[in-house]
């Protein structure tokens, strides 16, 4: 099981890294979790096109998550030689994001659809709304959910990928709770965003500081691991960017509450998980 930060940045722009969007590749599928800013960008630096992709998981509708979707869609729509559903799985309200995107997207497939012979349908989304407890298949792959706590962003969740004996959690954004932290009991991974909350802290900002109380800081991420008994955590979304010389300054954060490995680093870092 390979995991991949595609775009390790978070709604503040950053020249170097892209908005929040993680992959896994399990047994046979490729899963791509959230859709932030230039995900298509990333995807190809790591040789994925879209019409490759086997699902797409968005773990709540804040913008910064799945403000490419659209790009997705479009891309995979228009690479694809044959027609190439794919399914979209997000807590609810998915499906009254999506039916924007193509309400937004109709002029854009109205004019392909007249330009090119080959091409004879609209772009073939399924959106399934998911809830806390629910499990289904991408491929060979087993993949539970779980409820967060990101309120007042709700409903919001997290998703247990799990595959050949390996499971990988991907949080999204939120604090910690106990419907979290019992998806990432015993995960080989659990991947999480978060921000520094002695530098957000700092900022004489109100709609910065805001920010404080719906994420996790690096240590709160740290302790949920330590205390559901993960293997390796994986560390996103960086808030404020992590600047060159700093890495090992968020990983001592988060290894004063974690004894297993930390991963965290630019776009693109990747880890595997046992085999591929
Ligand atoms: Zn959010
Ligand atoms: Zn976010």
């Keep these: 099981m390979e995991i991949t930060l595609l775009g390790t940045g978070s709604p503040i722009p950053d020249p170097n890294r892209a908005g929040p969007s993680t992959m896994v590749r399990a047994g046979d599928a490729i899963v791509l979790a959230d859709c932030g800013r230039a995900v298509v960008m990333r995807l190809m630096a790591d040789g994925v096109i879209p019409p490759m992709l086997s699902a797409v998981l968005i773990t709540h509708l804040h913008s910064d998550h799945l403000t ?18 794919i399914t979209v799985y997000g807590p609810h309200g998915t499906a009254e994001v999506v039916a924007g995107m193509m309400a937004m997207l109709a002029p854009d497939i109205r004019y392909r659809l007249a330009h090119h012979e080959d091409l004879n349908e609209p772009p073939a989304i399924t959106v399934v709304e998911v809830q806390q407890g629910d499990e289904f298949m991408i491929g060979d792959v087993v993949v539970k959910v779980a409820a967060t706590d990101h ?4 409903p919001t969740v997290a998703f247990r990928l799990e595959h050949d004996g390996l499971s990988t959690v991907l949080g999204g954004d939120g604090v910690p709770c106990d419907t979290l932290e019992a998806l990432c009991a015993g995960a080989d991974a659990y991947v999480q965003t978060v921000l520094r909350e002695d530098i957000v802290r700092t900022v004489p900002l109100q709609r910065f500081t805001d920010i404080l109380d719906y994420h996790s800081s690096v240590e709160q991420a740290a302790q949920v691991a330590t205390r559901a008994g993960v293997k390796t955590l994986v560390l996103t979304h960086y808030v404020p960017a992590i600047q060159p010389g700093q890495e090992d300054e968020w990983r001592a954060l988060a290894a004063a509450h974690f004894a297993g490995e930390i991963v965290l680093g630019p776009d693109l870092t990747s880890v595997t998980i046992g085999k591929i």
């Design 68 to 85: 490419d979707l659209n790009d997705v869609i479009t891309t995979r729509w228009v690479m694809s030689p044959v027609p190439n559903p």
């Design 151 to 154: 309120r007042p962003v709700e």
